[in-house]
């Protein structure tokens, strides 16, 4: 299925701070907005408008990913994600927005995937992301040419860490914005 190609409205500072409330504790960010303006100014219309907020995350990796994002998790129980998870029942990890953003780590001159490194998850087509992301449970350096960085854990590294299927996403809010 052929996806719109959106252009976010908001134009990031690179001054923006991400404030993500899991049901494990809170996770800050320091958002990319000049190296990947589009991802941000993306994350920042969706965390605004409260789209994260109730999803759950639904793909965990360890050494290597957790990730959330998907609305296909929304109102679903933890059981029912990490079922969904282990089958494949569910559709999670296909939802998003409703459409998809341009690539950003062919531009992005920090595109490195270090510990606590927050990008956005897509598809095998480049310009597929939208809403679902995922940080870094340590360095991932192969997903430097293929993945668009657009965030640095500044606190909750330990949280991060935590952080398995079926949990919480209670809140992401912005701080600093334009």
């Known amino acids: 299925m052929f996806e ?3 252009t976010p409205e908001y134009q990031p500072t690179g001054e923006e701070i991400a404030i993500i409330k899991t049901n494990k ?8 907005g000049k190296d990947a303006p589009i991802h941000v100014g993306n994350f920042v219309e ?11 995350f639904h793909r965990y990796v360890p050494n290597f990913v957790i990730q959330g994002g998907c609305p296909n998790t929304r109102g679903c129980s933890a059981e029912q994600v990490i079922i969904g998870s282990q089958t494949g029942m569910g559709g999670f990890g296909t ?8 690539e ?12 606590g490194t927050l990008a ?12 679902q992301f995922y940080f870094c449970l340590g360095p991932q350096e192969f997903l430097d040419p ?3 960085v657009f965030g640095q854990t500044l606190e909750g590294l330990d949280v991060i860490s935590e952080l398995r299927v079926g949990d919480d996403i209670e809140s992401i809010t912005i701080e600093n914005m334009a």
Do not use: C, W
């Not at 504790?25 to 990319?32: F, S």
């Open 25 to 32: 504790g809170t996770i800050k960010v320091q958002l990319a």
């Open 120 to 131: 956005m998850a897509r598809s095998q087509m480049p310009n597929s992301a939208g809403s």
């Open 95 to 102: 939802g998003g927005p409703g459409y998809v953003i341009k």
């Open 46 to 56: 969706l965390a605004t408008k409260g789209f994260y907020d109730g999803l759950k």
């Open 146 to 148: 293929n993945y668009t």
């Open 104 to 115: 950003e780590y062919t531009t992005n001159p920090n595109n490195k995937h270090l510990d």
């Open 4 to 6: 719109e190609l959106y």
